[in-house]
Each structure stands twice: as C-alpha cells, then as structure tokens.
C-alpha cells in the first residue's frame, strides 16, 4: 500500500484481522485493547488539530483533551466493524470519525487573509515576534503518551520536503538548508500553516503526515478530489512563498 509506510501498514494489517476475529466473539475488552495498538497515530493528529485551535485563540487551553475524541472511536469501530472491507478502509475510518467528531466541536477558523496579502511587508522582527508568539500558545503536545514515541509512527515533522517538490524548488530547498536548522524550519511552517483555515491544515496533514491520497483524503473530508487537489496546492504555494520572502530575500 502507497498511502501509509511499509511499517505502519504491517501494523494495521494484523490489527484489522485481530479485530474481525474479536467482533466476532463478542468480546468489547479484547476488542478496546487492539484498537489500542493503532490509536497513536489519531492522537497526534487530533493533538495537533487542538494545538492549532488554542493557538490561534480560537479555542481555550485545556477545554479539550485528545481522548476526549478519541474514546468514542472504540464505540464507532466496534459498531461498524462488520461494514469496514479491508485494513485500508478501517483506517480512512478511524480519520473521517475523528475528523467529524473534531468538527462539530471546534469553530471554524478563517483563513488569515491579511497575513498573506502582506507577506512581502513583514520585517526580520516582526516575522520572529510572530513566531514566538504562535509557539508561546501553541507549542507542546496537550497529550503525552509512551505510544507516541513508537519509532513506527511519524512525529508530525515538518520538513522542506513536504513543500519544495519539482526539481526547481528543490535547488530553493538547498539554499535554505543551508541557513536553516530542523527546528526553525518546523517552527515557520506552524506558524504559517497556522495562518491558514482548518481545512488547508487538515488535508495538508492528512497527505504529509497521515499518508492518505487525494481521493481519501475526499472521502474523509466528504469534499471533490478536486478540492482537496486546489487546498493542498495553494498550502504549498503559501508555505514556498513564505519560506522565500521571510529567508530567501533577506539573505540575498
């Protein structure tokens, strides 16, 4: 399978079979505790969906916590067990739950339009104080959990990678790995995918860090493949374009 790394697919492949056996025996217990194995990966990604809402004020810290979210998906999975066909649709499943669930409880962020529009305006001063603003509230997971650090699992890293992807825009890539560490590249890119609705954030996510595809990722957001194609298009554009105004130009 192409959409999630070899690893994680072994994992949800046995995890799937576990589940049908236990469905079928009627035992919930035995049942909760295998879906256990795979629920680090919806914990992050719903820790992160928290963290971006309290960053940008539009939810207060600590009214949520992730398994606020997460523990109803033992009661959805075991529900609809019989009608999920294969490990690919259980875990499209377990995202478009959760997703649904997020989004009756937090309020939809609007795209910060003036932020983009003065892009090409903001000192060197400015883009820091903005950055350390957007961490100050919105750094740290609000869930820490030893399953999160399975080595199997990604980290929700962002990287260069996941924005420069033609071969032109990777010769840009290079230059800013030349001035850039890890942690300031992943610094910026929160802050401006912060900047952004909750839409462009999610399937940016779900794409980058979740391994979904295009048309998945539609299924889970219940939207056209061609929408989800223009959000994931114009994050990237706004996140290069970023990069380029904020390093690029005042370095030259």
Known sequence: METVNKTVHIILK???????????????????????KILPRIYRYVSNRLNSAVANGTLKKDMFDPSDFTDQLFIEVYDHMDKIGNED?????????????????????EFDQLFFENIDAYSKP??????????????????????LDD????????????????D???????????????ERI????????????????TVFELFVHQG?????????????????ERILTDARKFLKESFEKRFLIESN
Do not use: P
């Open 126 to 147: 400015e883009w820091d104080a903005m950055e350390e603003n957007y961490s100050t509230d919105g750094d740290g997971d609000l869930v820490m959990l030893e399953e």
């Open 168 to 182: 032109d825009e990777k010769e840009l890539a290079a230059k800013l790995d030349e001035s850039l560490n890890k």
């Open 186 to 201: 992943e610094r910026h890119m929160r802050l401006v995918l912060g900047k952004m609705n909750s839409a462009m954030r």
């Open 89 to 109: 649709e259980l875990h499209a499943f377990l995202f478009k739950t959760v997703d649904r669930l997020l989004e009756d409880s937090l309020v939809e962020e």
């Open 14 to 36: 046995e995890t799937y079979t576990n589940l049908i056996t236990l469905k079928k025996k009627d035992d919930q217990e035995a049942f909760n505790n295998e879906l256990m």
């Open 212 to 228: 979904f595809t295009l048309k998945e990722i539609a299924h889970i957001r219940g939207t056209k493949f061609t929408e989800v």
């Open 151 to 166: 080595s199997s699992y990604d980290k929700g890293d962002y990287s260069l990678d996941h924005v420069f992807i033609t």
